[in-house]
């Protein structure tokens, strides 16, 4: 899911007028929204103080206007900096049928905004100070990776949770979404080597990013994209690697750059490359 902030009267006249057509479509080209990730710093930046405020919660794929993810617009002026977290833009009207719930959104008496219970937050960490969801991640890994890499089982993720860091000449991250019920929602991997068969690509390689399904479509992949992106800068690297079957165009939308196709284990893959 998405969100958009926005007045409780603009959320009246968008209903008089059958669509929501933010006035910065006009300006900038696009409708300003969040992930339920960013929405309260997103909130308190630019909207601190203000009250009547709703936020719109927003299925993307019944969008009829073009989503796009991209770096933040820094309404304030501030300066761009690099490898910021992507925000979902709208480029055109946003359709009402799109608009799932609309959640009360007050400040406190300091003006300050928190995140209401009908959002799924959570919180990014790395698995190695959290063994407790080794079990569970590594149950995941083996259903959603079986098709690729069939030899694997339970204990091979595990062993590679309790590994994190620098193990055998090899370099491994493994980062989990968590609930503030500690509940696991997804997870995603730094890795020097992806086990690419005849591949020349010198890594490293972002692998392994898992969303569990009843947890889709809230901001956890993206997020634990950008966490891998970011480690990957702050280790020094200029540019970072994936493969994938299937989520080309989920990738392409983050700014990451078809370069080659191959295959693992007969099923046709996309190499991916983003610079950093």
Known sequence: MILHLLSRESWAEAQANRQLVVPSVATEGFAHCSTEHQIVDVA???????????????????????????PPAHLDGSPTLPHEPLFPHVYGPINLDAVLEVIDFPCDSNGHFSAPPQLNTFNVVNIASAPHHWQRAAELSVSEWKKYFPNDTVQTYFDLYGLTGQYEGHFAETYIAVNPEDELLGMATLVDDDELPESNEPGPWLAAVLTVPSKRQNGVGSTLVQQVVKRAHQHGHRELFLYTADEQEWYAKKGWIPTRETELNGIAHTVMSLPL
Do not use: A, W
């Open 44 to 70: 308190n930046k630019y909207f601190r103080g203000v009250h009547n405020m709703v936020l719109l919660k927003i299925d993307p794929t019944k969008l009829t206007s073009q989503l796009k993810f991209e």
